[in-house]
């Protein structure tokens, strides 16, 4: 199944410290709504089940993401929008955002929550909008964002009191959270596989991952391409049969580094994007991957 996050823009209303979408300076860049919405056909086209419109704040552009959202739903495309909930101040304007919502298709909200979200947005916001798409029939959950330290243990019992779906994330240490102080993480020895599903940037540039993917600037790792100069259909194939892609999604993160001789007591120190980082925003050790590829393919159990 294709899947694909897509950037509509990367402009938000807010400045979260923990921001992985986002270096220091934000670009506030924005497609072209009549191209983003030729783009949708053809990702269409190209077998795409599943779109979920992705950071910056896509309530900012509310009337485009609606046209969005109703196209994909035309499309027989699932559809997901990630918010801060900004535009949820009170009951009036949840119901009167998640009402449109509806109507025009969508699937699924996704509700972002964290202790830096809530410095700048009302946790209410985040009830209200919840409440909001349990009264219209919307599924929603809540991405309650931790770097699992006390300080967020109230926030976390403030979704438990009112009992709202939520899910723990773990930060992302990339973009402007790459400044944050680490936690100090205890663990098992994880094997950190990543379904990896590609992103499309509002300047059409598209990565394989949608997560820290676009932030390795020594290797351009995971860059497929630009949407103006190739096909939907291409880049979708250039992700899905990069050998070393592959090996991120059936072997994981972990026994690739392994393999290329890091410490088991060291992997277990960095989080699966921070340890995916060191192994490929380095120009040797990818070029040493691939050239080893026979063999660390066969790297398995
Ligand atoms: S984390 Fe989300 S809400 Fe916060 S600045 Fe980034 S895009 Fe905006
Ligand atoms: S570990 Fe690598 S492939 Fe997986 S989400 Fe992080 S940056 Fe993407």
């Avoid at 896509?58 to 997901?80: A, E, G, M």
Wanted: hydrophobic share 35%; proline share 3%; aromatic share 10%.
């Amino acid at each position: 199944m294709r899947k694909l996050a897509f950037g509509y823009s990367n402009r938000c209303n807010i400045r979260c410290e923990h921001c992985v979408a986002t270096e220091e300076t934000p670009d506030n860049k924005k497609m072209d709504l009549e191209k983003a919405l030729e783009i949708i056909v053809e990702l269409a086209k190209s077998g795409v089940s599943g779109i979920s419109f992705s950071a910056g704040e896509p309530f900012i552009y509310f009337n485009d993401t609606l046209k969005l959202v109703k196209l994909c739903s035309q499309k027989n495309i699932y559809t997901r929008i990630v918010t801060n909930s900004f535009w949820a101040k009170s009951k009036e304007s949840a119901d009167e955002h998640i009402v449109q919502l509806k109507k025009s298709g969508l699937c699924q909200l996704r509700l972002s929550y964290s202790r830096w979200h809530q410095k700048n947005v009302n946790k209410l916001n985040v009830l209200n909008a919840a409440r909001s798409c349990e009264e219209n029939g919307l599924e929603y959950y809540i991405s309650f964002i931790s770097d699992f330290s006390k300080e967020d243990d109230q926030h976390e019992q403030f979704l438990r009191t009112n009992k709202l779906k939520f899910f723990p994330e773990p930060i992302i240490y990339s973009g402007r959270a790459d400044s944050l102080e680490r936690r100090n993480i205890q663990t098992d020895y994880q094997v950190n596989c990543c379904n990896m599903n590609p992103y499309l940037a509002p300047n059409l540039d598209m990565y394989a991952c949608c997560d820290a993917g676009t932030h390795f600037p020594d290797t351009n790792f995971f860059y497929l391409g630009n949407l103006s100069k190739n096909s939907s259909e291409h880049l979708f194939n250039k992700s899905e049969t990069d050998p070393l892609y592959k090996l991120i999604r059936s072997m994981g993160i972990t026994n690739i580094a392994s393999y290329a001789g890091m410490k088991s007591r060291e992997i277990i120190t960095y989080s699966k994007c921070e340890l995916c980082k060191i192994l490929f925003n380095n120009p040797e050790m990818v070029a040493r991957l691939r050239a080893e590829l026979p063999r660390l393919a066969g790297w398995n159990r």
